[in-house]
Nanobody, 124 residues
């Protein structure tokens, strides 16, 4: 599976973006897909994840502001990110794993496949 994340950009505080993770591979609809973000010098932070069943999980810092969904026909997983804050500024990565159940869905080390990242910058 190859992943490509895009949709980042510069947005003002309170603005919105729709990120997207596009994947190759026939079985992508059965994969668990997660989104993480990282700023320089910090570890990757869990943002959101969606299972094949469309069950969703969110990190505490984005809950209520981010909504993740998947389009199996297009092989994409798209987080809608709203009410952006300067502290949301980071490189956002999508990741995927073929296992239906992960030991810890919020741990980066649970995912085998990673996209290249897309930069989100929120101005104050």
């Amino acid at each position: 599976v190859q992943l490509q994340a895009f949709g980042g950009g510069l947005v003002e505080t309170g603005g919105s973006l729709r990120l997207s993770c596009a994947a190759s591979g026939r079985m992508f609809s059965s994969y668990t897909v997660g989104w993480f973000r990282q700023t320089q010098g910090k570890e990757r932070e869990f943002v959101a994840a969606i299972r094949y069943s469309r069950t969703t999980h969110y990190g505490s810092s984005v809950k209520g502001r981010f909504t993740i969904s998947r389009d199996n026909a297009k092989n994409t997983v798209d987080p809608q990110v709203n009410s952006l804050r300067p502290e949301d500024t980071a490189v956002y990565y999508c990741a995927a794993d073929s296992r239906i159940i992960l030991r810890s869905i919020s741990s980066p080390d649970q995912y085998d496949y990673w996209g290249q990242g897309t930069l989100v910058t929120v101005s104050s």
